[in-house]
């Protein structure tokens, strides 16, 4: 089973690490040079901030609803993620560093393992150590993976940050709830090619024919769609 781990709202969650008054507040980050966002703390999101949004357009909205607003720190940033994935490395031999705030586990040899439970244990530990929260989305391959990660993370009060998808029932849901845009791995070149062939979601991807997804997207694509299929075709990366 593979899991995949990622950082809640990570640049506002670091600022909040070493200022705790800020639990609570809408946070803001903007980019080096302070034109638009680049994160945003759940209250900011509820206040209709969009990713990527110009500093100069929201000034007045971030001013009148005591928006905190922070320039990237990206020295503490790169820390943060450090300390969190030494911890998350010692849970699993495997691991992949994907991003600044995301990282794979590959659980061999775990069959006999409450993996939920054994993810919770990760999430909790990261969170006392280094203060950081984080979503775990467990299943059989890693595309499935990071769709399992998006429901822990969209419903935190029933999932308590952990989802493993280990039935075909929840495969089935999950990629019926997520649209083809949103799906790991496909651009937004591919999302409107899937679309125009009436392709909305990504179960309906996972669907399709083979050949009819390797003449379109290439191997990468046919590789994407088997690891949605359950049967793992990305690999673990050193």
């Known amino acids: 089973m593979y899991a995949l781990i990622d950082c809640n709202n990570f640049y506002a ?30 209250e900011a999101k509820a206040l209709g901030v969009p990713m990527g949004a110009p500093y ?10 005591e928006v905190k607003v922070f320039s990237s720190n990206f020295a503490l940033y790169g820390d943060m993620s450090s300390r969190v994935f030494n911890i998350v490395s010692r849970y699993s031999d495997e691991v992949e560093i994907y991003s ?42 890693k595309a499935l993976a990071k769709a399992a990660n998006r429901v822990a993370k969209k419903f935190p009060q029933r999932t308590q940050g952990v989802y493993v998808m280990d039935t075909e029932e929840k495969r089935k849901k999950v990629l019926n709830w997520i649209k083809v845009p ?4 496909i651009g937004s070149q591919y999302a409107k090619m899937l679309q125009m062939h009436s392709v ?6 996972s669907q399709l024919p083979d050949d009819f997804v390797r003449d379109k997207m290439s191997v990468v694509g046919l590789r994407l769609k088997h690891d949605l299929m359950g049967k793992p075709s990305i690999q673990m990366e050193q």
């Open 182 to 185: 949103d799906v790991w791995g």
């Open 13 to 42: 969650s670091c600022e909040r690490v070493f200022n705790p008054s800020l639990n609570g507040v809408p946070i803001v980050v903007l980019s080096n040079n302070d034109g638009c966002v680049i994160a945003r703390s759940n």
């Open 200 to 205: 909305r979601t990504a179960l309906e991807f």
């Open 56 to 65: 100069f357009e929201y000034k007045k909205l971030f001013e009148q609803k």
């Open 100 to 141: 600044i705030d995301e990282a794979f586990l590959f659980f061999r040899g775990f069959e006999h393992y409450n993996l939920e439970e054994y993810a919770k244990k990760i999430k909790n530990y990261v969170f006392r150590a280094t203060g950081i929260p984080v979503s775990i989305g467990i299943a059989k391959s």
